[in-house]
Nanobody, 114 residues
Framework: QVQLVESGGGLVQPGGSLGLSCAAS?????MSWYRQVPGKPRELVAS???????NYADSVKGRFTISRDNAKNTVYLQMNSLKPEDTAVYYC???????????WGQGTQVTVSS
């Protein structure tokens, strides 16, 4: 069974930094981070291809950095200069090559508050 295990997250003050990681149990293609707040649809934060091409939501450009380690099937999200509006549950998504479909992680809470 495919598993995506997320780690990181927590409480941080505005202007602070936090890192997330997500390890997939199988070889992954495109890997992405999404976030969701109650009452709103899940939104794409950033994505990265196996070749390292990245895409960011305008709201996080210049503050967040997505990276990956293909040997470990792991994707990372470094979040700097965090704002209260970054508060959300962050979900990892990965395209699993062997199954030809996308899977979601369990989600991890990020709270930016003083």
């Amino acid at each position: 069974q495919v598993q995506l295990v997320e780690s990181g997250g927590g409480l941080v003050q505005p202007g602070g930094s936090l890192g997330l990681s997500c390890a997939a149990s199988e070889r992954s293609g495109l890997m992405s981070w999404y976030r969701q707040v109650p009452g709103k649809p899940r939104e794409l934060v950033a994505s990265i291809t196996r070749g390292g091409n990245t895409n960011y939501a305008d709201s996080v450009k210049g503050r967040f950095t997505i990276s990956r380690d293909n040997a470990k099937n792991t994707v990372y999200l470094q979040m700097n200069s965090l704002k209260p509006e970054d508060t959300a549950v962050y979900y990892c998504n990965a395209y699993i090559v062997a199954w030809g479909t996308n899977y979601w992680g369990q989600g991890t809470q990020v709270t930016v508050s003083s």
